[in-house]
């Protein structure tokens, strides 16, 4: 048979079969073929709200994304306290309206969208509004999903996630009591700040009084008391707990550059977790110092929002921790890729989990945690009564861990009736407080 011939035959014995198959196919007399299902109207955003809220005392911004599906919506943190009424007007009057009618399904090009709709990238508010949409987003897949949001991340890689929690004192022995507290509640990972008295020192305030009124006001920052006592403060710290708890601590980007390598130099001996901011974003050329002079390890990235800021520090491995805040870099979508790209370099995740978050970002951080192989630890507080009722599931510490529930989606609600008795303030203006801390002459410090 010649290669023509051949075809044909192929062909007839095709038809022959689908005729065959389809006359197996053929009801049996007297029935009728069922009528396929009605088709769902596609799945489209219908709204998005961003809610501000404050049952700790903190400014919140909850980000709410409703569907055409009844019931199903999505929450999202987009908090940035500094500056809490400029995200309500980011999400309420521009995403709102740019959202409205998509696909929730489609969540890198929405995100990918959203970036690029302010036409200028990377700024605080845009990054906090658009962070609550995608964690509402990826909180809407999960339900849909029937799942935990870390099982739609991939799964688990631990079965609960390790917390530290804060103390400070006035002297070390005070600290040490608060260090041991934790201890006995199950904490392995404590960080410890410390007060100087008539110097505003990061981690415990209400020490310093402003020395001066008008213009110049504010409180008094130093950092050179700061450098010479930590060293001591560490010392009889570790002393008095031992070596059976992890300790860390955070610099704050407080000290200049310099002062921040010598006090890391110092402290290494004291065998911390990690150090933690030792330069400001604007002083990041100088970590392969750093690097070259301790082996202390270093967490950095509270500040960050652009990945510019943490490209050349992962690639070039001068940090052992990145420590963003999710709200602040794009949520779960940009977490994801950062975890990733911190994976290959042996970075480990150390998500900021501040005061200044709400339940429902705490929770992401714990489910991105979960699903993360490469991750370090997790910050995070305790909430008051009033913040467990606002927000029903939200997490709770015990044995120093977070277990997650099985939930779908992120596991944490928002009770907007509940939320509205307890209404964000003005007043003290919280927003001005981290823009007037000085030194003795009046110079300002970074905070």
């Known amino acids: 048979m010649n290669r023509r011939g051949f075809f044909r035959h192929m062909a ?29 109207s596609p799945l489209r955003i219908t709204r998005v709200r961003a809610f501000a809220t404050a049952p700790g005392g903190i400014r919140l911004i909850v980000v709410r994304v409703e569907t055409n599906e009844p019931g199903l919506y999505g929450l999202g943190c987009g908090t940035f306290t500094q500056r809490a009424r400029t995200v309500l007007t980011a999400t309420n009057e521009y995403l709102d309206p740019f959202l409205r009618g998509m696909d929730p399904d489609n969540i890198e090009d929405l995100w990918q969208a959203m970036f690029q709709s302010s036409y200028w990238r990377n700024g605080p508010v845009l990054m906090n509004a658009l962070s609550g949409v995608d964690m509402a987003l990826w909180d809407i897949k999960a339900k849909r999903a029937g799942m935990p949001l870390y099982q739609i991340l991939g ?9 530290y929690r804060h103390a400070h004192g006035s002297t070390p022995e005070e600290a040490a009591d608060r260090v041991r507290a934790f201890m006995e509640e199950g904490v392995r990972y404590v960080r410890v700040q410390f007060a100087i008295p008539n110097n505003a020192n990061y981690g415990i305030g209400g020490l310093a009084e402003a020395r001066r009124k008008g213009h110049f006001s504010g409180q008094t920052y130093e950092p050179r008391p700061y450098r010479l006592l930590a060293p001591r403060f ?42 933690e901011d030792p330069f400001a974003p604007e002083d990041i050329g100088y970590f392969p110092q750093l690097r070259a002079q301790t082996a202390i390890p270093i967490a950095m990235g509270e500040l960050f929002n652009n990945p510019n800021e943490w490209l050349s520090l992962i690639a070039q491995q001068n940090i052992d921790f990145i420590r963003c805040h999710l709200s602040q870099i794009g949520g779960v979508s940009m977490a ?103 030194g003795l002459d009046g110079t300002i410090r970074r905070p």
């Open 336 to 438: 994801r890729k950062l975890a990733a790209l911190c994976d290959f370099f042996r970075v480990r995740t150390a998500w900021h989990g501040p005061g200044d978050l709400t339940p429902i970002g705490h929770a992401v951080n714990m489910h991105v945690d979960m699903a993360t192989w490469n991750f370090g630890i997790q910050e995070t507080v305790a909430f008051n009564e009033a913040t467990h009722e606002v927000f029903p599931g939200a997490t709770e510490v015990k044995d120093g861990v977070v277990t997650l529930s099985d939930r779908p989606g992120i596991g944490v609600d928002f009770n907007e009736a509940l939320a509205a008795k307890y209404p964000i303030r003005d007043d003290p203006p919280f927003d001005l407080f981290w823009g007037r801390l000085r």
């Open 155 to 163: 799964g688990k890689c631990r079965t609960a996630v390790p917390v």
């Open 234 to 275: 560490f010392e009889k710290v570790r002393k008095l707990v031992g070596d059976e708890i992890d300790l860390l601590h955070d610099v704050h980007e407080r000290l200049h550059p310099i002062q921040a390598i010598g006090l890391a130099k110092d402290l290494e001996q004291f065998r911390l977790f990690f150090l």
């Open 12 to 40: 007839r014995g095709a038809a022959l079969a689908g005729v065959t198959m389809a006359a197996t196919r053929q009801l049996p007399a007297g029935t009728q073929a069922a009528e396929p299902p009605a088709a769902k």
